[in-house]
Structures are given as structure tokens and as C-alpha cells.
């Protein structure tokens, strides 16, 4: 079973940035694309950003401008650089990724990683 681990977090200034980087551990099949979501305590989690297979990009209206995802197939892995932190970007970043396989829709999820956004 593909598992994916994430790396990257921190306690990091308001202002400062971060690189969050989503490492999987096998190839996945039929992937439609890779999620970054976000849980701050007591809150639900949300998605922040993703790429599509075919290399298309979102983000959540908070992010735009502050944080670019991008993947390289290559070495397996999805980054998010996140530059202009905010005290309200605290929360565990998750990486996730869904696809379909034999017709059935998987989901991955990483173990997560944090992020504390502090002065």
C-alpha cells in the first residue's frame, strides 16, 4: 500500500515561509490529483490547494498569492512553498491524493505535519 509522508513543517514568524513537501512511497494509478487540506485545532479540515494530473492548480481565496503547489513526478512527491505566513495559517497541513482504480475511487492520506505560525 502507497503511503504518503509529509515534512516540512515548523514553527516559523509571521511572514516568513515554509516548504511543505509530500513524498509517496510507490507509484499510484490513475491519480486525478494531489490535495493539500489544513486542520487547525477545534476546526474542521479544510482544502487549501491542489494539482491535477494534467498539472491544473487551485487554492482557497486565504492563499492565493501567498503559497504555490507543484509537483514533480519525477522524485513522487507534491510540494506547497508557503511564503507570507499568517498567525491564521497555524494548523497541521495534510497531504492527500485520489484516483480511481478498477473503477472504485481511493483516497490516500499522509500523517500530517505542523505548522505554527508564531512571533
Known amino acids: 500500500q502507497v503511503q504518503l509522508v509529509e515534512s516540512g513543517g515548523g514553527l516559523v514568524q509571521p511572514g516568513g515561509s515554509l516548504r511543505l513537501s509530500c513524498a509517496a512511497s510507490?507509484?499510484?494509478?490513475?491519480?486525478?490529483?494531489y490535495n493539500w487540506y489544513r486542520q487547525a485545532p477545534g476546526k474542521q479540515r479544510d482544502l487549501v490547494a491542489y494539482?491535477?494530473?494534467?498539472?491544473?492548480?487551485n487554492y482557497i481565496d486565504t492563499v492565493k498569492g501567498r503559497f504555490t503547489i507543484s509537483r514533480d513526478e519525477a522524485k513522487n512527491t507534491v510540494d506547497l512553498q508557503m511564503n507570507s505566513l499568517r498567525l491564521e495559517d497555524t494548523a497541521a497541513y495534510y497531504c492527500?491524493?485520489?484516483?480511481?482504480?478498477?473503477?472504485?475511487?481511493?483516497?490516500?492520506w499522509g500523517q500530517g505535519t505542523q505548522v505554527t505560525v508564531s512571533s
Open positions: 492527500h491524493v485520489y484516483g480511481f482504480r478498477d473503477g472504485l475511487k481511493y483516497d490516500v
Open positions: 510507490g507509484r499510484l494509478s490513475n491519480v486525478v490529483a
Open positions: 494539482i491535477t494530473i494534467d498539472g491544473d492548480t
